[in-house]
């Protein structure tokens, strides 16, 4: 079975451009999730949509990032402008119908800006 | 206070030698509790969930102690591919979010 898919795996920019992630989850799944690590700061959770509707942003660190998940197949997480200190691993993650907690998360974009 | 904290490490060990490090949680109300692995440059994996009485999953032990609110995860015989950085996790009550240790970090040297 496909996992989590994300793409792009790596992805470098120059501060200022538009930067859009994007994720895949896991057919059937209902929740998806996009998180930030970093070294300093960990793992954060950014974001978090319930049947393509986003429940909570309040990890969202500002304007300058969006998510949408136009449908159960696909979601996207935008930074625009972007900014050197958004440099980091984005992961996506999604989780089952059942409402278990585990969360299978996608490999991860890469996002350097420079 | 974070809600989950945990020894950085790194712990370094030969193979086959048992290894074990705990992590803390602040809200008490916490009902679901997990050790995540992750390898260096990749996503977090699911090593085993946490129940209230133990359970094992191998060489991997994994307790739990909601009187003390700390979680134990213990490696026995461990092998050079268990090199990884453990991630305690605990779930938010009434919620969907997990919180995320900072992670431990295993070496198991040759």
């Given at each position: 079975?496909?996992g989590?898919i994300q793409?792009?795996r ?9 930067v ?6 896991i057919?059937?799944?209902n929740?998806?999730f996009?998180?930030r ?7 954060e959770l950014?974001?978090?949509?319930n049947?393509?509707v986003?429940?909570?942003d309040?990890?969202m660190p500002e304007d300058?990032?969006s998510?949408?998940m136009?449908n159960?197949?696909f979601?996207t997480l935008k930074?625009?402008?972007s900014?050197p ?10 989780r089952?119908?059942?409402?278990t907690?585990?969360?299978y998360?996608?490999p ?7 | 206070r ?20 705990n992590?803390?949680y ?19 994996k699911?090593?085993m ?7 094992e999953?191998?060489?991997?032990t994994?307790q739990l102690n909601?009187?003390s609110?700390y979680?134990?995860?213990?490696i026995?015989?461990?092998k050079l ?7 305690c996790v605990?779930?938010s009550?009434?919620d969907?979010?997990?919180s ?11």
């Amino acid at each position: 079975d496909a996992g989590v898919i994300q793409s792009p795996r790596h992805e470098v920019t120059e501060m200022g451009q538009e930067v859009t992630l994007r994720c895949k989850p896991i057919s059937g799944h209902n929740s998806l999730f996009w998180y930030r690590q970093t070294m300093m700061r960990g793992l954060e959770l950014l974001i978090y949509f319930n049947n393509n509707v986003p429940i909570d942003d309040s990890g969202m660190p500002e304007d300058r990032f969006s998510a949408k998940m136009p449908n159960a197949s696909f979601s996207t997480l935008k930074i625009q402008p972007s900014e050197p200190r958004d440099s980091a691993v984005y992961f996506c993650a999604s989780r089952p119908l059942d409402y278990t907690d585990t969360q299978y998360f996608g490999p991860g974009t890469r996002l350097t800006v420079l | 206070r974070k809600e989950v904290e945990q020894d950085p490490g790194p712990f370094n060990v030969p193979e086959g030698a048992t290894v074990a490090f705990n992590c803390t949680y602040s809200n008490s109300a916490s009902q679901s509790f997990f050790w995540y692995r992750q390898d260096c440059r990749k996503e977090p994996k699911l090593l085993m969930s946490v129940y209230s009485s133990g359970n094992e999953d191998g060489r991997f032990t994994a307790q739990l102690n909601r009187a003390s609110q700390y979680i134990s995860l213990l490696i026995r015989d461990s092998k050079l591919s268990d090199s990884a950085t453990y991630l305690c996790v605990v779930n938010s009550p009434n919620d969907y979010k997990l919180s995320f240790g900072a992670g431990t970090t295993v070496t198991v040297r040759a």
